[in-house]
């Protein structure tokens, strides 16, 4: 505890004088890229068209309200679709994740020279990658669709299970893999009987909680052509059907928080 | 119980099921398939399509190993520069206007309508993806940064204020107690009792947030929001898959410096 001397008499301080300094430093640095940055922003709007913001968010309100309920009818195949590609991505996903796991992690992969690094590479490249820029390179490559928004989301899902799975599998009890060891278990069997119980609960939250994801992802997956509802949204935005697009994302919302509400009570019920 | 012992001696071990009830266990498997083999069969694929491109397939993966970043650097530079931009303004603002709002969703600070008010604050946030709030935004903001910077101030209001209220939730009553024995202030008791607890929490978030924000700012810009996105559409647009792989690189790169300077600053305030 720094303690400084004051016209004879002891003050106390909660930091020493340089890492007062330091810590100043470190505010005004931040303070200043703040304010550059909101400038640069600033500089990039026009804000004499902000003038009537709320005139604008009043029309498009007033316009959006009520929203064309008769459209609801036209939804029901994108929001199936749109439910498809999220259930068969994480799936898919799963499906590719769990060797990539068991690659990554310390105490399972065969090679921590080459394999591991391999593998952490798709991990990272993967995850690094918003599904929204893999759907529009896949819509290039195989076409518009939901097959495109199904692979986008297979393969952005691929790094975020991989990683939380293979931080389970270095967490494991390593007593138990060793008592299956020990009773001279082949390799497949210490991980069927020795690894895979134990990440079992992990895997199965893991799953859920990117299925969670996945829902919230594939509904704006059509804005770039990839299918699902967000291309209805996207013709509605194109076309300014503002009672359609209010329609759409009142839909949307009720997605999303059905499938919140399912990943919680499942992952309640595991765990 | 010995009854049921002696019935299974002999017997080798068998792995206990996942359900014990056999109908449940067999209408979920069955559900299961039905529904993927449903869900499978309802995706039209168009194979001729999907061949024909593989070849551009191949070309962005060429395009990996020979990544062109001169011919659109101006424009890469201007992206780039322009999502970093944002990325820095909206986490601070984003941050200043959580902790608020997490003082206010923890139970154990706020009275019970605050409470709730802020929740549903939080539930909203989260609830709106980023792209749909940057589309409502453009519409009424009109194209550029200062639509980008919203939403992502806005979305990091659902992910900071919910992640730090659980924490303060979790605190550790007695030195709070303690400064309100002293006779503080409820701002002194914020200060000297709660915010040294959560702080290290804090910075962590704040850091991760920074890192999801940047990822986030190179796809607003795909509906118009400012940022990489709309270089990155551009070059898709054109087919030009060594600018397309560049981006992407320069995206990599940077969210691994971001997260690995995040790990490092973790580390150092735990």
């Excluded at chain 2, 303690?178 to 959560?198: E, F, M, R």
Aim: aromatic share 10%.
């Amino acid at each position: 505890m720094p303690i400084i001397e004051k016209n004879g008499t002891k003050v106390w301080q909660v930091r020493d004088r340089k890492t007062q300094f330091t810590r100043w430093g470190m505010w005004l640095a931040g303070t200043m890229a703040f304010v550059y940055s909101w400038n640069v922003i600033s500089q990039n709007t026009l804000w004499a068209m902000m003038g009537n913001i709320g005139e604008v968010t009043m029309d498009i309100g007033t316009r959006a309200m009520p929203p064309r309920w008769s459209y609801l009818d036209k939804l029901w195949g994108p929001i199936w679709d749109t439910l498809s590609i999220a259930t068969l991505g994480t799936l898919f996903a799963l499906i590719m994740a769990v060797p990539v796991a068991f690659m990554a992690a310390r105490n399972t992969t065969p090679s921590k020279l080459l394999v591991r690094p391999i593998a952490l590479l798709i991990i990272v490249s993967t995850r690094s990658v918003n599904s929204l820029i893999w759907a529009l390179l896949l819509v290039s490559i195989v076409g518009p669709g939901v097959f495109a928004g199904l692979i986008a989301i297979s393969i952005r899902s691929i790094g975020f299970c991989a990683k939380l799975l293979y931080e389970a599998i270095e967490e494991i009890d390593e007593v138990q893999v060793e008592a299956i060891t020990a009773t001279g278990a082949k390799r497949w069997q210490v991980m069927v009987y020795g690894i895979v119980p134990q990440i079992m609960p992990a895997f199965a939250g893991i799953a859920v909680f990117r299925w969670d994801i996945n829902i919230r992802e594939s509904t704006v997956l059509g804005l770039v052509g990839a299918g699902g509802i967000g291309l209805q949204l996207q013709s509605s935005l194109n076309v300014l059907a503002w009672p359609q697009v209010s329609l759409i994302l009142g839909v949307i919302l009720v997605a999303v928080i059905l499938g919140e509400w399912v990943s919680a009570k499942v992952r309640g019920a595991i765990i | 119980m010995s009854a049921v012992l002696e019935s299974k001696l002999g017997t080798p071990w068998r792995k206990p099921p996942f359900i014990s009830n056999p109908t449940y266990r067999w209408l979920l498997i069955l559900g299961a398939l039905a529904y993927f083999a449903f869900a499978i069969y309802s995706i039209e694929v168009n194979w001729s399509r999907v061949y024909r491109g593989l070849d551009r397939g191949w070309q962005f993966i060429v395009g990996f190993s020979d990544p062109d970043f001169t011919t659109r650097w101006k424009d890469i530079r201007s992206g780039m520069f322009e999502s970093i931009v944002m990325t820095v303004a909206s986490t601070v603002v984003g941050i200043a206007i959580s902790i608020p709002i997490a003082l206010g969703a923890a139970r154990n600070i706020a009275p019970l309508p605050i409470y709730l008010i802020c929740r549903g604050i939080v539930a909203l946030s989260r609830a709106l993806n980023e792209i749909i709030v940057a589309i409502i935004l453009v519409a009424i903001l009109g194209f550029g940064p200062l639509a980008g910077f919203i939403t992502l101030s806005f979305a990091t209001i659902g992910f900071l204020a919910k992640l730090l209220a659980e924490d303060i939730e979790d605190m550790n009553k007695v030195p709070a107690e303690a400064i309100h024995a002293t006779g503080a202030s409820w701002l002194q008791w914020i200060n000297y009792g709660v915010q040294p607890q959560v702080m290290p929490r804090l910075i962590g978030l704040s850091m991760y947030r920074l890192d999801i924000n940047f990822r986030e700012s190179a796809v607003l810009g795909l509906v118009g929001a400012g940022g990489i996105g709309a270089t990155l559409n551009t070059a898709f647009d054109r087919y030009e898959f060594d600018t397309v792989a560049a981006i992407l690189l320069i995206i990599i790169a940077t969210v691994m410096v971001l997260e690995y300077m995040s790990g490092i600053i973790r580390t150092r305030i735990k």
